[in-house]
């Protein structure tokens, strides 16, 4: 489909009545801005409102990392002068351990508690919303099944599908929610598992494995690539590395898994290059599949590419007209801000809104590990490739003085600035909270700062920030004098 480039979309038909199929990101914050608008919005959802993004995926694994946080950093307070126990007794009890079941206990909660608020907040905001399964029976008609079997069939003017993604399974490595599981199952544990071992180094595994190594257990990541988060920027993947080679999880590269299966107390990962690995519980992370299967997309004329995911445009238009589409089952970016955002705009664009097609290189986004690596717009794979001319400055944290303080050893801000302009146009930053230390950095990139702009912008003296206006006061000088290196 061609990239639509308009930022304003003729008023054409402003749907009244707007059907949504999927209650997680993609489809509730679509709900909440076109009832806003005063269309008669209704979502059909299955699982729980919040979708798996609130109940499986995001809020019950950042939960799970925040144990694991805390942990690292009562684990590390030693070197800080912490001391646990009696004042005067020179035997120190410094080892935390996690109690797995509140600890599980305690993200079920948060997650469900999440979705019930999400489910009042779009009631209140007027979208109705019905529990079932639904599937298209006209381009914009959703037929509902209810869970007691009852059908009805939805009449409206425009449909947005959002129906997500689940995990990807192997067929020689069923999860059986015990032993071998997928994320969704992963909250079911009492104990912390005495050997983890994690097939897939994407996104989702490595987070699993940097917060399973914090909570206690003994880790091996199955990675079949040279370096682990093979999308991530190689310089934050191996400052990941490293930091996992410190913290003792082991990582079996270039190899995967070929099979899994149970053993009497645990599992047996057999890889393809022939070596066996027993541990007490295997996690697959290989992916997700977009759930588009069985809900009337082909005879509704939504087409989906070869991998299963829904054809769409920059806003959220698929191949059939009055239909939309946001979020997983689209394939554009799986994350929680894109899918908002494409719900988003597919509302803009129906109701004739000026609108802003959907920006990839814009998203600023996060891998959850011990680092953090967060990152925005061009990426060093694209200015090695050619596509972009930079210029490029990395700085270390271990010179910052709020790093010192704070005991940070590890980590870096790199910022990319467009050669000859000096407009920011990427970041990485790796560090403890790099999710909250990018958004500067996304600003500058989505409002076309100059690297002058961040570096004369006060930082708080001490703080990690000042490595971003340091950095890009460095970058100053490559734009002031051109040929510098
Ligand atoms: C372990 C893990 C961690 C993640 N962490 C992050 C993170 O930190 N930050 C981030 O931005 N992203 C994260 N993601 C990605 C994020 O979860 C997804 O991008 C997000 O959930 C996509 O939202 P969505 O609305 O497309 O789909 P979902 O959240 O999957 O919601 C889809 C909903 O549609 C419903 N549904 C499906 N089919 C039907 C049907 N036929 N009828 C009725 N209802 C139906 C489902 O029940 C589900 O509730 C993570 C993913 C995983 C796997």
Known sequence: MGTVTSQTSAKRFAPDRIAILGGGPGGYEAAMVAADAGAEVTIVEEKGMGGSAVLTDVVPSKTLIATADAMRRVNASTAFGVRFGEHSSDKYETEAWADFSKVNQRLMKLAHSQSRDIHASVEAAGVRIIAGHGRLVAPTNIEVTTEAGETTVLEADAVIIATGAHPRELGSAKPDGERILNWTQAYNL???????????????GAEFASAYRRLGADVTLVSSRDQVLPGED??????????????????????????????ENGVKVTLTDGRVLDGSHCLMAVGGIPNTENIGLEEAGVETTESGHIRVDTVSRTTAAGVYAAGDCTGMMPLASVAAMQGRIAV???QGEAVKPLQLHRVASNVFTSPEIATVGVT???????????????????????????????????????????????????????????????????HKLHVDDVAGTFTVYPSLSGSLS????????????????
């Open 190 to 204: 009492t104990e912390v598992p005495e050997h983890m071992i994690v097939v897939g180094s994407g996104v989702t």
């Open 234 to 263: 190689s310089d934050a993947a191996s400052v990941l590395e490293n930091s996992f080679a410190r913290a003792g999880v082991k990582v079996a590269s270039r190899s995967r898994a070929e099979s899994v299966e149970r053993t």
């Open 348 to 350: 803009a664009h129906m």
């Open 380 to 446: 060093q794979a694209q200015v090695d490739s050619g596509k972009y001319q930079t210029d490029v400055v990395k700085l270390d944290l271990a010179t910052n003085p709020r790093a010192k303080m704070m005991n940070i050893r590890e980590g870096f801000v790199k910022i990319f600035s467009r050669k000859g302009s000096g407009t920011v146009i990427g970041a990485v930053v790796v560090a403890p909270r790099a999710s909250e230390l990018i958004f500067p950095l996304a600003l500058a990139v989505t």
């Open 470 to 485: 340091e950095a890009a006061r460095r970058l100053h000088l490559h734009v002031a004098e051109p040929n510098q290196s």
